[in-house]
């Protein structure tokens, strides 16, 4: 079956935007640890509180969106706002050793966090929009719209690590700007073509009023977003108050750390309390916000690609072909250039299965998801079991990022179609928001596990053991076991609950 031209329209916007921010990533952890002379630890915790706030804030575009822009507006206004942000890093990295290093960096993280939030979760939404309900497509229509994410991804890192990955910390600029005009360019496609391929199937324009003034069913009520009486305000307010005092004190987490968990916990109680919702619709939103807790191990481990694995690669990895280095940011154009060659494999695997009545149902899948995670992790612990001064066989690295990958396709393409289609429609981008919401947690996590990496004193050269929660991290190996753990007690908790789960999704 053939897809709406508009499809292919969202996959070159997105194609663009995540080559301006996978190639950003790709250079952002060596960045600040090579040029701006972060710590390993430092530099994790800011990785993973910028990250974290990339995927929180969502949340505000979500709304925004739903209430006021519409879709096609905030995909505008983010992808402006990020393409700030990645100029912002550029002259910063041409700043080196001076104050205006830091203050442009973190405007510019600042921007790139902003703008995201106006633009993923909109664009996501515009995918399920093309299609009538329950259009047996939307779920091929998402892998494919993933397979752009991961072209772009596939391209970044070369480009903007061949620019900026050279050795030399002021080239740092080079990738960052090349990471900018990327975004522009998407913003400039999605101008020059969205009135003409962003419609519905009947041909009615997609994207373009505010999700508020459309219900699924007259029965719901009024949109919901309108519905928040003053005590429950005030009573969510309280409670965030209160959950962010209780991890910033006793818990001792930072203050982006305590707004991110303070968020994830308070912004979904506000949707799921919303009166407007009937018991189908508020049993479907409870199913997405289990799924959502557990995708959070998921990507604390996942986004590791970014943080201590781009650091493992660089020390430890034997990173020399045919008498020549390759950059350590190259190593992250193998998750999507794997995407982009099984993500049609994946789509094929699961279309079979249905034809044979095989079903896998959604949470089966991000188990299964989860599960493979922590296989591609056992294979660097044990490719690090008795590391010695030669370090580690590159093709130790390629296997990890299959098995990675194949992981990933299990989990992240059919957790956005999951979303449209559980979401009632006049919740579905602040929804959105609160699965990517997950991530911010996710991501957050992940820098606070990065920081665990064993690292060598700079006085005595000898390797800063840790802890984390009286497990004991000697080494590169124990740190991996770390992540081959706590990715398969969730994998086995969630394969337990998707009888019950699946039960919930059912109308």
Not at 371 to 386: D, E, G, R
Request: with cysteine; net charge neutral; proline share 4%.
């Amino acid at each position: 079956m053939s897809h709406p031209k508009g499809l292919y329209l969202l996959f070159m916007t997105e194609m663009w935007e995540r080559f301006s921010y996978y190639g950003m990533r790709a250079l952002f952890i060596l960045f600040l640890v090579k040029a701006v002379l972060f710590t390993k630890a430092d530099a994790s915790i800011l990785y993973g509180s910028f990250t974290g706030m990339v995927y929180l804030m969502p949340l505000l575009g979500g709304y925004i969106s739903d209430r006021y822009w519409g879709n096609r507006r905030s995909v505008v206004v983010g992808g402006v706002l990020m393409a700030l942000g990645h100029f912002l890093l550029f002259v910063s990295a041409s700043y080196l050793g001076t104050p205006n290093c830091l203050h442009f960096l973190y405007a510019g993280l600042f921007f790139l966090c902003l703008g995201n939030g106006f633009f993923k979760p909109n664009i996501s939404t515009m995918v399920g929009q093309l299609y009538p309900e329950k259009d047996p497509r939307i779920d091929s229509a998402y892998t494919i719209f993933y397979m752009g994410i991961n072209l772009g991804a596939f391209f970044s890192p070369l480009v903007c690590g061949y620019l900026g990955d050279t050795n030399n910390p002021e080239d740092f600029r080079w990738g960052f700007l090349a990471a900018c005009i990327g975004m522009l360019v998407g913003v400039v496609l999605f101008l020059s073509f969205r009135s003409k391929y962003l419609v519905a199937d009947d041909g009615s324009p997609i994207g373009m009023k505010p999700m508020r003034t459309r219900t699924e069913d007259p029965s719901a009520g009024k949109a919901g977003l309108n519905n928040g009486a003053l005590t429950k305000q005030i009573a969510l307010f309280a409670g965030f108050v209160a959950l962010f005092c209780l991890f910033h004190f006793p818990l001792e987490q930072d203050r982006i750390g305590s707004l991110i968990f303070s968020a994830c916990i308070v912004i979904p109680v506000f949707v799921i309390t919303d009166p407007s919702l009937t018991s189908v619709e508020r049993r479907r939103i409870l199913v997405i916000y289990i799924l959502a807790f557990f995708v959070i191990f998921f990507w604390a481990a996942y986004e590791q690609a970014g943080a201590s694995i781009s650091l493992f690669t660089e020390e430890v990895v034997d990173r020399h072909v045919a008498g020549s280095e390759v950059p350590t940011s190259f190593f992250q154009s193998l998750n999507p250039v794997f995407i982009v060659l099984f993500a049609p494999m994946m789509s094929f695997l699961w279309t079979k299965l249905e034809s044979k009545h095989i079903h896998i149902s959604i949470c089966q899948k991000q188990a299964l998801g989860i599960l493979l995670l922590s296989v591609s992790f056992a294979i660097l612990a044990y490719a690090t079991l008795n590391v010695g001064v030669e370090g580690v066989s590159l093709l130790w690295v390629v296997f990890f990022y299959y098995v990675y990958t194949v992981g990933e396709l299990c989990l992240s393409p059919i957790g956005l179609s999951m979303v449209t289609k559980l979401s009632p429609a006049r919740f579905v981008s602040l929804l959105m928001g609160v699965w990517l919401m997950s991530s911010a947690a996710a991501q957050k996590l992940c820098g606070s596990l990065s920081a665990l990496y064993p690292s060598r004193d700079s006085q005595t050269g000898l390797i800063v053991e840790t802890d984390f929660f009286n497990y004991h991290i000697a080494n590169v190996h124990d740190y991996f076991i770390l992540f081959v753990a706590f990715t398969f007690v969730a994998s086995i908790v969630l394969f337990a609950l998707c009888g019950k789960l699946n039960k919930m999704m059912e109308e």
